[in-house]
């Protein structure tokens, strides 16, 4: 389980470093490459920043079928990382449950994609 005490304190201007958008799912696929069990993820972040892709390990509380048009929150201001053979542009975020698995964070209410979290 990845818990333990609060990071470091960090200030407004730190934290607004951080860009952490809504997008949308628009494709998940198999991602058989990965060194762990993970998706490969086609998600929407609207006009301003567009489309991107992810590597996700959240195959054990997700299917396939069930992340198309699920809204996710990715951080969408890291260098892209080579992952395998493919180059994820996003950091999709999640919760490790109590087995240390991927629950996406996801928000309660319709919001336009792109929106930025604050």
Do not use: W
């Amino acid at each position: 389980m990845m818990s333990g005490p609060a990071a470091d304190q960090i200030t407004f201007d730190d934290f607004m470093k951080v860009d952490v958008r809504v997008g949308q799912v628009l494709k998940a696929e198999p991602f058989p490459e990965a060194r762990k069990p993970a998706y490969r993820l086609t998600i929407d972040f609207g006009p301003d920043i567009g489309v991107k892709r992810s590597s996700a390990q959240i195959t054990k509380h997700y299917a396939l079928d069930e992340l198309h048009g699920r809204k996710v929150a990715a951080v969408v201001n890291f260098p892209p990382r080579q992952i395998g053979p493919m180059m994820s542009e996003v950091l999709t975020l999640g919760f490790p449950d109590a087995d240390g698995e991927v629950v996406l964070v996801c928000v309660d209410r319709e919001v336009p994609v792109g929106g930025r979290l604050f």
